[in-house]
């Protein structure tokens, strides 16, 4: 399951959360406005938006340009 924390205002989160609607990707987007997903998201000890989190192989990685290459390279 991919899961990618963005925030109001952002660039870089629109740029990957564009790539992902061109793929057809299906994603749960959790807005750090919540509360709940800024303490996941800290405790995963990311500074930077976006955020993605891909569960089912256990990648964690922020800087949009590298999410937009690694969601191409896996074809998801």
């Given at each position: 399951?991919l899961?990618?924390?963005?925030?109001n205002g952002c660039?870089?989160?629109?740029k990957v959360?564009?790539v992902?609607?061109?793929?057809s990707?299906?994603?749960?987007?959790?807005?750090?406005?919540n509360?709940d997903?800024?303490?996941?998201?800290?405790?995963?000890?990311?500074?930077?938006m976006?955020?993605?989190?891909?569960t089912?192989a256990?990648?964690k990685?922020?800087?949009s340009?590298?999410?937009?290459?690694?969601v191409?390279?896996?074809?998801?």
């Amino acid at each position: 399951m991919l899961i990618l924390y963005t925030k109001n205002g952002c660039s870089y989160c629109e740029k990957v959360k564009r790539v992902f609607l061109e793929k057809s990707l299906t994603y749960e987007e959790r807005n750090i406005e919540n509360l709940d997903y800024l303490k996941e998201l800290q405790d995963y000890g990311a500074r930077t938006m976006p955020y993605l989190v891909d569960t089912t192989a256990n990648v964690k990685m922020a800087e949009s340009d590298d999410i937009i290459d690694y969601v191409s390279e896996y074809n998801f």
